[in-house]
């Protein structure tokens, strides 16, 4: 994020699974002054920020810089200069290229299944998917490689 961010905008941030804003980077929900509310961003809003940040920003529509916006959990990191964006990005984007593709991908799902579900049924739903992903060709190749100290098959 590098300029001003308002109304379905920061909805947008808060779907990212990670976002770095310039220091200047000024975030606000302005719904309301416009007679709406930030209804669809809502569910992006409460899972990335929480409810009570939720009602401080959406019920004042008073504007916010990135320093809180990363204090509420709306973006990860604050940088100074721009140049320093497409450093963060392209150092998340390499740490991913290091990963499993499909445990990536069940990453995600897993985190948003256990994000939405009581204890009990996430604690089954996460034994069931890790002896899935334990005995997936992918696993396999992963495990086999962290104990032969070398790279997986997906790593160049």
């Known amino acids: 994020v590098h300029g001003p961010v308002y109304g379905g905008g920061v909805g947008l941030v808060a779907a990212c699974d990670m976002a770095v804003a310039l220091q200047e980077a000024v975030f606000c929900l302005s719904e309301v ?6 209804a669809v961003i809502a569910p992006f809003l409460v899972e990335r920020i929480g409810a009570g940040a939720l009602r401080r920003y959406a019920l004042t529509a008073e504007a916010f810089n990135a320093v809180a916006a990363a204090r509420i959990g709306l973006v ?14 392209a150092e998340q984007a390499d740490a991913i290229s290091r990963t499993g593709p ?8 897993i985190i948003h299944e256990v994000a939405h579900s009581d204890f009990d049924t996430a604690l089954e739903y996460a034994a069931q998917r890790i002896a899935e992903l334990r005995t997936s060709a992918e696993g396999q190749e992963g495990l086999k490689a962290f104990l032969e100290k070398r ?6």
């Open 33 to 38: 002054k416009l007679g709406i509310a930030p």
């Open 102 to 109: 499909s445990a990536v991908a069940a990453c995600k799902q």
């Open 76 to 89: 990860h990191e604050v940088v100074q200069h721009p140049d320093e964006l497409d450093a963060w990005i």
């Open 151 to 156: 790279r997986p098959d997906w790593v160049e």
